[in-house]
């Protein structure tokens, strides 16, 4: 009986995590909507092989990776992704109501990242999973509900590879290396994310 609190513990949001998450997804939220503006000139650099403006997906899919990376608790991803689709779309975008119904499926996706890994993992292969499934999330959603579906079956596939790809490299490595950034700074000191890259921070100096 007693084995379970800390696990409770570990899982209970505290108001810090509350206010840091939604710090991560408003200013996310931001990057979405610059993302956005710059979407047309990047896919049109892109359109030399049609299709492959699907690597442009993870600039919309890092919020949940990175809050679940920070906050290490069940939620965080979907909570911080959806977080920052609603901050994008009320700035505005051309996509509308559109970009918070995509920002949940999205954030649903980064959050079984986590979840596959039983919660466990906030590494390299917990970052890699949920930019992943993210991107995942991306391709179905873009390829079937999105000018994207009106294109020939070869290139909705080359698109739905480019998401997952970039789901993985800018959502997935990009944000762990963010996160540690981060803790480096000590901004993460009371988060588990901060305590762990102290203590690795520490261990490597008395082996140097």
């Known amino acids: 009986m007693s084995s379970s609190v800390p696990s409770k513990r570990r899982y209970t949001w505290r108001v810090v995590d509350i206010v840091v998450a939604s710090v991560?997804?408003?200013?996310?939220?931001?990057?979405?909507?610059?993302?956005?503006?710059?979407?047309?000139?990047?896919?049109?650099?892109?359109?030399?092989?049609?299709?492959?403006?699907?690597l442009l997906a993870g600039g919309w899919l890092f919020a949940g990776v990175l809050g679940g990376l920070i906050i290490r608790k069940p939620g965080a991803a979907l909570y911080t992704e959806i977080v920052a689709s609603v901050v994008s779309m009320?700035?505005?975008t051309q996509w509308g109501f559109?970009?918070?119904?995509?920002?949940?499926i999205q954030g649903i996706g980064a959050e079984l990242g986590f979840a596959i890994l039983?919660?466990?993992?906030?590494?390299?292969?917990?970052?890699?999973?949920?930019g992943a499934l993210a991107g995942v999330?991306?391709?179905?959603?873009?390829?079937?509900?999105s000018s994207v579906a009106a294109l020939a079956f070869e290139v909705r596939m080359?698109?739905?590879?480019?998401?997952?790809?970039?789901?993985?490299?800018?959502?997935?490595?990009?944000?762990?290396?963010?996160?540690?950034?981060?803790?480096?700074?000590?901004?993460?000191?009371?988060?588990?994310?901060?305590?762990?890259?102290?203590?690795r921070s520490a261990a490597t100096v008395d082996s140097a």
């Not at 979407?39 to 492959?52: H, I, K, R, V």
């Not at 039983?118 to 949920?130: E, F, V």
């Open 118 to 130: 039983a919660y466990a993992n906030w590494r390299l292969l917990g970052a890699l999973a949920s």
């Open 137 to 145: 999330t991306t391709a179905i959603l873009d390829t079937n509900f």
């Open 24 to 54: 991560v997804g408003v200013a996310a939220g931001v990057v979405f909507w610059l993302w956005g503006q710059a979407w047309p000139a990047l896919d049109s650099l892109l359109s030399f092989t049609p299709g492959l403006s699907g």
């Open 158 to 199: 080359v698109y739905a590879a480019g998401a997952v790809v970039s789901g993985i490299i800018l959502a997935g490595l990009v944000s762990l290396l963010l996160t540690r950034a981060l803790a480096a700074t000590g901004a993460l000191d009371r988060f588990a994310s901060g305590r762990e890259a102290r203590r």
């Open 98 to 104: 559109s970009t918070f119904l995509w920002g949940v």
């Open 90 to 92: 009320l700035v505005g």
